[in-house]
């Protein structure tokens, strides 16, 4: 019988972090310092999380400076020396890593049998117990860094950081926190597209919720030079690249699909094309794909060419697993908001909307028409509806003005702000400054025109 720790692949773990620091995200992946064994090797780990998580140099020196004693009593200087000195190579890394990870899951299962048999002795019915040790046996391989449980005060040390940062943004005149959407009113509103958020964009078919979406992209990508994916379960990669030319280039979206926009807008075409060829602007049409897919995908992106925010058209096109659709749907959100979380990043879900909004008087939606699940809403940091009134009013006074309407906000307050639609040029803008909603249905003409500065491109 092996015993349940391993003091060398511990040493060889450590060691190999020691000495070659940018090996520390990847190795330390999924394990937590309870992993180890010996205390004095989860402080050394503490340590060393600890100093790359504040962006400082991580050797032996640094973490034996860091720790100073040992819980042994030892100097944690020396030891770190003798750790680094007999790891003679980090070509073996992940397989000590493997080692320390089975031999902790080993500890694990010694303590389940433990429990189980106190589970098994108590009063409680057949059904309960055995639903109690099954989930602490599905629990016992969750014991990454994100499960730790940790002292506020602990927190506050990197959150001093965090508003030192907010506060000199602040000074430089940049209040947004998030990435920019390109519209000032939802700008301010949402206080930009904020890192670990999932973001609901819902609509009926026809409302502009990909343009939208894929708006954001693009403009993060050219005009904030950030790293953009969409991924697209509907359209091809041609299509979302004609339509980003279009929205940047403000051509007509139809002209750039039946080739004529070369001799009429070949200034804008060749502007717009150069300025996707620049911006780290990425596409993925995968049609049928899970969220496990998605997120292997995204994970690997990041790692070779960073990512920034991601969007997804849309989530009733994923495929899921569940006894019903609604637990598909329910699965697939969730997945999207633990990516989120995972990658530190904003992610943009398109979702669609049921058709109980229509059978409404006042069809603008609620949340409660998010179609097939309610724990869209309820995983969602942020939901937001798109809605035209022309498209069900003919006569609409608002023709060419979309609303946006936030209908939740972790920490922002919901509302609705306008936009123009310019629907030729697949494209969202700002409204003009000072802009009212017309009540006399003869003014409607001009709307579309209505955008940053008051200037119609049409």
């Known amino acids: 019988m092996r015993d349940p720790y391993s003091l060398e692949a511990e040493h060889g773990l450590l060691g190999a972090m020691l000495k070659s620091p940018e090996l520390i995200d990847t190795l330390s992946e999924d394990l937590s310092p309870e992993a180890f064994y010996f205390a004095d090797n989860a402080e050394v780990y503490r340590a060393i999380k600890a100093l790359k998580s504040a962006g400082k140099a991580v050797d032996f020196l640094t973490v034996g400076e860091h720790i100073d004693v040992l819980p042994s009593g030892d100097r944690a200087l020396g030891y770190c020396g003798q750790i680094v000195h007999g790891t003679p190579s980090v070509a073996s890394a992940k397989t000590y890593a493997g080692i320390v990870r089975e031999r902790a899951i080993d500890r694990s299962l010694y303590d389940l049998g433990s429990q189980a048999m106190e589970i098994a002795q108590g009063s409680e019915d057949t059904q309960t117990k055995v639903a109690t040790i099954q989930a602490a046996a599905m629990a016992i391989d969750a014991g990454a860094d994100g499960d730790e449980i940790v002292k506020a005060s602990d927190v506050l040390v990197d959150q001093l950081e965090v508003w030192q940062e907010r506060h000199d943004r602040l000074t430089r005149g940049e209040t947004l926190m998030g990435l920019s959407t390109g519209l000032a009113d939802l700008d301010a509103k949402l206080g930009g597209l904020q890192p670990e958020q999932l973001i609901i964009v819902a609509g009926r078919p026809g409302m502009g919720k990909t343009t939208l979406a894929a708006g954001w992209a693009v403009h993060a990508a050219i005009h904030q030079r950030k790293s953009s994916l969409v991924v697209s379960l509907e359209m091809s990669n041609g299509q979302l690249l004609d339509r980003a030319v279009a929205s940047e280039g403000r051509i007509p979206l139809n002209l750039v699909k039946n080739g004529s926009a070369c001799q009429t807008h070949g200034t804008e075409l060749a502007a717009a094309s150069a300025a996707v060829r620049k911006a780290d602007l990425f596409f993925l049409d995968r049609p049928g794909s899970t969220v496990g897919r998605i997120r292997s995908l995204a994970r690997r992106h990041k790692l070779r060419y960073g990512l920034d925010l991601l969007v997804i058209d849309y989530l009733q096109l994923m495929e899921g697993e569940g006894g019903s659709r609604t637990e598909e749907v329910s699965g697939m959100s969730r997945g999207c908001k633990l990516l989120a979380r995972e990658l530190g990043i904003p ?91 017309p009540t006399q249905p003869e003014r409607s003409n001009t709307l579309a025109g209505r955008y940053a500065g008051g200037k119609n491109h049409g």
Request: glycine share 8%.
């Open 347 to 437: 992610v943009v879900l398109l979702s669609q909307l049921s058709r109980k909004c229509e059978e409404r008087p006042n069809k603008r939606p609620i949340p409660s028409d998010l179609r097939e699940s309610g724990a869209i809403e309820q995983d969602a940091d942020v939901v937001i509806f798109v809605y035209r009134d022309e498209v069900y009013n003919e006569n609409s006074t608002a023709k060419g003005i979309a609303e946006i309407i936030v209908g939740k906000g972790r920490d922002i307050e919901t509302g609705t702000v306008r936009a123009a639609f310019l629907g030729q040029y697949n494209r969202f803008e700002n409204l003009a400054a000072g802009w009212v909603e």
